[in-house]
């Protein structure tokens, strides 16, 4: 009986340890390890633990994204799952988030949220006589990667207090866009005007090759700012309306 308490205890005392180590892991070390792991992400400046810690400068694809924070929880660990509650912050972009990476050797997105400056879609829809203003709000409801591909997405997007300037300039209104996955892979979604000067209809779609674009702009109520701004915008149509026909590589989205 003896025997057994000793190495009940012992066994006690090793728990203790490993959680002491575990909590107190810097997040230095543990990124040293997980970072072949990431992709095109990469870390740098970090400090904390594993459970919660910051990273000073996050880049994906060569781009600077800004600060990083993430909290650990503990439970799903039992499973041999991770879930972290993320924020990005500091740069352009802003977001937020749970992330969990499952037995399924998928992670998992859910309940994310971001924003970013409208210019920073200027490459995707190549219109370069006019300059994008105002910010696009999203929130991911769910998406899944998985072969560093996203699948099983759903979410939106609005584009906040839209206006053009340059060769032309213009207050466009808000424009939302709703998205999902279909069952080929790709992600394909809608776009619509949400009342204001600019009317919008328009369809998208985006694969691992590429992202096409197809939408009808017009000037609401002959806005005289919008029918001049859309003279810049894709093929100009005998009703004043444009129509914008995008086809690009996914690459130019970074």
Known sequence: MKLLRRLLLLLIVLLVVAGVVAATCPANFAYRFAADRLGALRLSGISGSIWRGHAGSTQLFGQE?????WQLEAAPLLNLDVLAHITLGGGEITASGIVEHTSDAAIHVRDASFQLPAHLA????????????????????????????????????RWRNAAVAGAAQAQLGDIEATFSSTPDGAIAGVVHDLGGPLQVDGTFKVSAGGFDADAVLAARDGNPQVAEALRYIGQVQADGSAHLVIHGKLFQLF
């Not at 994204?65 to 924070?69: E, H």
């Not at 490459?123 to 769910?142: C, R």
Request: glycine share 10%; charged share 25%; aromatic share 2%.
């Open 65 to 69: 994204l800004g600060a990083l924070d």
């Open 122 to 157: 200027a490459p995707a829809l190549d219109i370069p006589a006019l300059q994008l203003l105002g910010d696009i709000d999203g929130k991911l409801t769910q998406a899944r990667l998985r072969d560093a591909w996203l699948d099983d997405a759903h979410g939106s997007l």
